[in-house]
């Protein structure tokens, strides 16, 4: 798969796939404060490097965490909890709390697209600890 060029089946493949840090991380979240990490996935049956980045600043209820393709750098999912609301190409607008999933525009550039938290696992009442188990699930990585 080229993550220059991915469809919305290959999108869907990649986020089920399993994914293994390449060094056991030990995740000590703390429940307050700032919080930084950035970790290096693996997916060995499509031979894909990502780069998952989990940040909280000061304000407890405010975080995001993300994987990147390491090859272009480009989001594959990213969970913002409290954020900015986002403007899609398309105009919708998605306030607060959002997710942003990779989608190609027939080859022409990539957007990660922001979709409302409704019809997904992600609560915003969810400390970061709770919300970073959901994301691991939702984008299947194994190893913690």
């Known amino acids: 798969m080229n993550p220059d060029d991915l469809s919305y089946t290959e999108v869907a493949a ?5 994914k293994e840090f390449l060094n056991h991380p030990v995740f000590n979240t703390p429940t307050t404060g700032k919080y930084k990490r950035e970790d290096v996935l693996t997916d060995k049956v499509n ?3 990502y780069k998952l980045s989990i940040y909280r600043g000061n304000i407890e209820s405010k975080y995001s965490m993300h994987i990147r393709f390491t090859s272009n750098n480009e989001h594959l999912v990213r969970l913002c909890i409290h954020g900015s609301k986002h403007h899609n190409d398309d105009r ?3 306030s607060g709390s959002h997710i ?3 989608k190609n525009h027939d080859g ?4 990660t697209y922001a979709y409302s938290l409704e019809k997904t696992p992600f609560n915003e009442a969810d400390d970061l600890a709770e919300s970073m188990e959901k994301f691991f699930q939702f984008v299947h990585v194994k190893g913690v």
């Open 100 to 102: 942003h999933i990779y």
């Open 47 to 49: 031979g894909i490097i």
């Open 14 to 18: 990649l986020i089920n796939e399993i």
């Open 108 to 111: 022409q550039y990539i957007e």
């Open 92 to 94: 919708t607008i998605v």
